[in-house]
Structure formats: structure tokens, C-alpha cells
């Protein structure tokens, strides 16, 4: 069964890091667009940051430049979201997810992305 399942969520402190990590099983994510979304309680899900196929592209969120960086190894078919200096309003559900029909353009909208993780829990509070 083809599946993403993303890992590394957790409670933090304001300023902490954590490393979150999407990894595919039963399918290859390798050749595609892929993105990590957010969702805050009461909040719409919101792009957070994307990466083409080979690495060499990506897009951010303002609200995470310069703190948050995506990265990809797609010898072990895995996405990652390096967070550093981490707030309280970074606190959501995190998802990842890929656009199947593209390889190198990164959107940064819900509706271009068909294939979704179930999302882990990043809280940060102190």
C-alpha cells in the first residue's frame, strides 16, 4: 500500500529545533514537486515550504524564511523540514505532499498537490 508518513513532531520550547522527516513507502516520491503544509487549530492549512525533484529549487513561506529548511535524499525517499528558532505561533499539525504532475515548478497552493501524508503534531511552548 502506498503511503507518506511523516515523523519527528513534538513539544519544543520557543527558540528550539526540531527535525521533521516524510518518508514513502510502496511508491517513489523521488521524481516529484514535493511541500510541507501546516494547519493551527481554527486555521486553514498553509503552504510552509516546497522543493523541486533534484533539490535545486525552493520556495518558503514568509513567515519561515531564513528559520525553517527543506531538503530531500531521494536515494531513501525522504523529505525533510529542518525548524530552527522555533515560536509559539509555529504550532500546528505539519503535513507533507506531492504534486505528481510536476517535476521541477514548486507551488505553493493547496490545490496543486493530490498526494498527502496524516500530518504530526509540532507544539511549541514553553
Known amino acids: 500500500q502506498e503511503q507518506v508518513v511523516e515523523s519527528g513532531g513534538g513539544l519544543v520550547q520557543p527558540g528550539g529545533s526540531l527535525r521533521l522527516s516524510c518518508a514513502a513507502s510502496g511508491r517513489t516520491l523521488s521524481t516529484y514537486v514535493m511541500a510541507w503544509f501546516r494547519q493551527a487549530p481554527g486555521k486553514e492549512r498553509e503552504f510552509v515550504a516546497g522543493i523541486n525533484w533534484t533539490g535545486g529549487t525552493t520556495k518558503y513561506a514568509n513567515s519561515v524564511k531564513g528559520r525553517f529548511t527543506i531538503s530531500r535524499d531521494n536515494a531513501k525517499n525522504t523529505l525533510y523540514l529542518q525548524m530552527n528558532s522555533l515560536k509559539p505561533e509555529d504550532t500546528a499539525v505539519y503535513y507533507c505532499?506531492?504534486?505528481?504532475?510536476?517535476?521541477?515548478?514548486?507551488?505553493?497552493?493547496?490545490?496543486?498537490?493530490?498526494?498527502w501524508g496524516q500530518g504530526t503534531q509540532v507544539t511549541v511552548s514553553s
Open positions: 505532499a506531492a504534486d505528481r504532475d510536476r517535476r521541477t515548478v514548486v507551488g505553493t497552493t493547496l490545490l496543486e498537490y493530490d498526494y
